[in-house]
């Protein structure tokens, strides 16, 4: 069978999903639904996890996998990049390239991928195709692409009308032109070893080697998992071993195996080299693994991803609201849980060592806010602590992680931009005008960005684009300034009344609205000065005897901020957890009574 196999990788929202929806529909597959198929992927408009599907065109099987263009979920496309032959780059074609595109570019051009350029969204009105060709070959060049791979084919596309052109200036009414660069330029999966295995060792021709790099989930089938083959052919019912570098090795039977035709999963008897396929019947296979049919093969070199850059820790929920809500709440149950997490989510890491509460490490607030999400949604309770960014430490210097921030603004907005992360230790390295929009490129530590999203926010007034990616370990930076706001924490336990809400919204931002249940200790608000304050929400309006003559004043109360995980993640503080329950995200102190946190700060001075 003709095959190839290819990964359409980009920067957040440049148009990857959309292009692949768009060549599934012109091969003939538009009927079974967007590849973001996941219900937190269609509710945030990004791609979370990388999806596999398959096409057909003149007569070549195109395997394709759709990866995720957020820097958080980098790890999803380190896998997938082992596993396939080329790689399609979509970039905008008026933002250009951005942080994840040069992530993700690099990665490829490391592991010997041929990039094919599609430059998307030409029908924008501010699209400049040109400067971004010259951009996208500047990139090239920085990152040290050789010179087949800087000679790439450019495709011009508008992928949500299902549009690729070889030039700007040719007539096209379908991606055609895209279709047939694949298989023009792309080898044939089966016809070498592919980025996982060496054409000269001696069972690259014959002997049968597939590496597993996803995996899934069958209520009947179990553990599925997700393998591009290397060499040699696959059977239903064969005996095979699984071995991995560290020299871990055992035995398991195929019992089923499935290929790809669009997203479903069309069950075979045998594959050949160069597929892509799922395996059942292994139930302790990981990511990573090779699976062989001689104990003598040797394993395929290591699936590697960037090391975690921020750690938190997940406990038991103990507020007064624990166990009202959630259906799995004990410390076993949140344990099994990240355990199994652990099995596909490879950017994650977890020590379990502690008796009171698990440390994740995390490739960013997004990353762990997607994994609580789902937690909560599938129906655990919990509380999180403040991220802390994983702070190292190399021939006696301290190091922390440095990210690139990439903000494109409105010109009178810069001057608090800079202002701003110049006090988090930002530097800026380039800045560059289009109009009245500035495009500013910072280098700045983690540890300045962690809660800087919402201050950014509200600093642009909601008209700002801003997007990062980690550059690797710096220097310290030493300590740094953020404008800190106080924690507006009640002081008693009850419903909270509309006129007590409406006395405190003048003292800061609130996070609830009246008639909702609170506890002593919970956070519902912060203040504008930075010193914290304990209210009382609960108290009514006192009634009397006689009227006032006046009538009563109406009472307008303020929309309350209300919280999401990310955002209680960058507003919480250091002496205060994140409840997170299926219906409920509450902040909370950590010691729930001003007795108790007077006690905790006078034996621990780091506690606020």
């Not at 219900?39 to 070549?60: C, D, F, P, W």
């Not at 496309?77 to 399609?88: C, F, P, Q």
């Not at 380039?430 to 926010?457: A, C, S, W």
């Not at 609960?538 to 006046?550: D, E």
Request: overall charge negative; charged content about 25%; proline content about 4%.
């Amino acid at each position: 069978m003709n095959i190839r196999n290819i990964a359409i990788i980009a920067h957040v929202d440049h148009g990857k999903t959309t292009l692949t929806d768009a060549i599934m529909t012109q091969c003939g597959h538009g009927d079974e639904g967007s590849m973001d198929s996941n219900a937190l992927e269609q509710e945030r408009g990004i791609t979370i996890y990388a999806k596999n599907t398959s096409v057909s065109y003149k007569g070549t099987k195109i395997n394709i996998v759709d990866t995720p263009g957020h820097a958080d979920f980098g790890s999803e496309v380190e896998r997938v990049l082992r596993s396939i032959d080329a790689v399609l780059l979509v970039v905008d074609a008026q933002e250009g390239p951005m942080p994840q595109t040069r992530f993700v570019l690099k990665k490829s051009l490391e592991l010997g991928l041929q990039p094919i350029v599609i430059i998307n969204k030409i029908d924008k009105p501010a699209a400049d195709p040109a400067r971004v060709h010259d951009q996208v070959l500047e990139l090239f060049i920085e990152l040290g692409a050789n010179d087949s791979q800087i000679d790439f084919p450019t495709i011009y596309a508008i992928g949500r009308q299902g549009i690729a052109k070889k030039s700007l200036n040719d007539d096209s009414k379908d991606l055609t032109p895209l279709l047939d660069t694949i298989l023009e330029k792309v080898k044939p999966a089966n016809a070498h070893a592919g980025a996982g295995a060496s054409s000269s060792s001696p069972t690259a021709a014959s002997a049968l080697t597939a590496q597993v790099f996803n995996l899934g989930y069958d209520n009947f089938l179990g553990r599925l998992a997700v393998c591009r083959i290397y060499s040699g052919t696959i059977k239903d019912g064969q005996n095979v071993w699984v071995k991995d570098v560290s020299g871990k090795s055992f035995t398991g039977k195929i019992t089923k195996l499935f290929t790809f035709d669009g997203k479903k999963r069309i069950e075979i008897k045998q594959a050949e080299s160069g597929d892509i396929i799922t395996v059942a019947g292994i139930p302790d296979i990981y990511i990573g693994e090779t699976i062989c049919d001689a104990e003598t093969t040797a394993a395929l070199p290591a699936i590697t991803v960037d090391e975690p850059t921020i750690s938190l820790q997940f406990l038991v929920n103990n507020s007064p609201f624990a166990g009202r809500e959630g259906t799995f709440v004990t410390g076993r149950q949140i344990r099994e849980r990240l355990e199994r997490e652990l099995e596909t989510n490879v950017g994650l890491k977890v020590d379990f060592s502690s008796n009171e509460y698990f440390t994740v490490y995390g490739r960013g607030e997004l990353h762990i806010a997607i994994l609580v999400e789902n937690m909560r949604r599938e129906g655990y309770e919990l509380q999180i602590s403040q991220p802390k960014v994983i702070v190292k430490e190399e021939n006696g210097e301290k190091l922390e992680p440095f990210e690139e921030l990439i903000i494109d603004t409105p010109q009178e907005y810069s001057g608090t931009i800079i202002e701003t992360l110049g006090k988090r230790k930002g530097i800026m390295n380039d800045m560059k005008t289009h109009g009245n929009q500035v495009r500013m490129v910072f280098e700045i530590p983690t540890r300045g960005l962690l809660g800087y999203r919402n201050v950014f926010t509200i600093d642009t007034k909601g008209e700002g684009i801003m997007s990062s990616r980690v550059v690797g370990f710096k220097p310290y930076a030493g300590e740094i300034e953020k404008r800190e706001t106080g924690s507006m924490t009640s002081m008693a336990s009850g419903r909270t009344f509309g006129f007590s809400l409406w006395n405190l919204q003048d003292r800061g931002r609130l996070f609830i609205g009246p008639a909702v249940d609170v506890y002593e200790g919970m956070v519902i608000g912060d203040t504008s000065k930075g010193d914290d304050l304990d209210v009382n929400p609960c108290k009514g309006k006192q009634l009397s005897n006689m009227r006032s003559s006046g009538k009563d004043e109406a009472l307008t109360l303020v929309p309350p901020y209300e919280l999401s995980i990310e955002r209680g993640m960058e507003l919480m503080r250091d002496d205060e957890y994140l409840e997170i329950t299926p219906k409920s995200i509450r902040l909370r102190k950590k010691f729930l009574t001003n007795l108790d946190r007077a006690r905790a700060m006078r034996k621990d001075g780091s506690l606020k």
